[in-house]
């Protein structure tokens, strides 16, 4: 079956200049990839345990497709993140 994705759609939010991380969570293991055509905030990679991790450079409101796969099927969820600068 596919997976289940267990983190909420609202990630929390970053500051620019300041390293970021969260991780993201599924019921099952996963291996977590971009969707095809999603880009992630400017300076965030995604890991494919599902960290996403850097500091981010833009300022702004951002949303991206992630997708878990468990070899058995694949699941894809938007999620929303928010980087401010801080002054």
């Known amino acids: 079956s596919i997976p289940a994705i ?3 759609m609202v990630l929390p939010g970053g500051e620019i200049g ?3 991380q969260v991780q993201l969570e599924a ?3 996963v291996s977590w990839s971009l969707e095809e055509g999603s880009e992630l905030p ?3 990679t995604l890991s494919s345990g599902g960290v996403i991790s850097g500091t981010p450079q ?3 409101s951002f949303s991206f497709t ?3 796969d468990n070899g ?3 699941s894809s969820f938007m999620l929303h993140s ?3 600068n801080l002054l």
């Open 72 to 74: 058995i099927g694949v």
């Open 18 to 20: 300041t390293e970021y």
């Open 58 to 60: 833009k300022e702004g």
């Open 27 to 29: 019921d099952t293991d």
């Open 42 to 44: 400017a300076g965030l």
């Open 82 to 84: 928010v980087s401010r």
């Open 66 to 68: 992630v997708q878990a």
């Open 6 to 8: 267990l983190t909420d």
